[in-house]
């Protein structure tokens, strides 16, 4: 979320914030590049994967959640 210019160092800092598996809010940081440009796309990587880490999560939830009803539901009787 935030591009930020450490003025010790002269390189740029990114820092982010996402929610982990537990759903707890985490903030991230990662400093050190040389350029505004490539703290950006270092940014746009991590926001894409995370975002992909979740779909895949609700993806699998529902998955589980599914052959769990389909269980229960080949087990009872009518």
Same mark, same amino acid.
Request: glycine content about 4%; overall charge positive; some cysteine.
């Given at each position: 979320? !935030?591009?930020?210019?450490?003025?010790?160092?002269?390189? @740029?800092?990114?820092? &982010?914030?996402?929610? #982990? @598996?537990?759903? &707890?809010?985490?903030?991230? &940081?990662?400093?050190?590049? !040389?350029?505004?440009? %490539?703290t950006q796309?270092w940014e746009? !990587?991590?926001?894409?994967? #995370?975002?992909?880490?979740?779909?895949?999560? $609700?993806?699998?939830?529902?998955?589980? !959640?599914?052959?769990?009803? $389909?269980? %229960?539901? $080949?087990? &009872?009787?009518?």
């Open positions: 979320m !935030a591009v930020i210019k450490n003025q010790k160092t002269g390189m @740029w800092e990114v820092r &982010t914030y996402y929610k #982990d @598996w537990t759903g &707890t809010r985490r903030q991230k &940081t990662k400093r050190g590049f !040389a350029k505004k440009s %490539e796309e746009r !990587a991590f926001k894409l994967k #995370d975002e992909m880490n979740i779909n895949m999560k $609700s993806k699998i939830s529902r998955n589980c !959640a599914f052959r769990i009803f $389909s269980q %229960e539901l $080949s087990t &009872t009787r009518f």
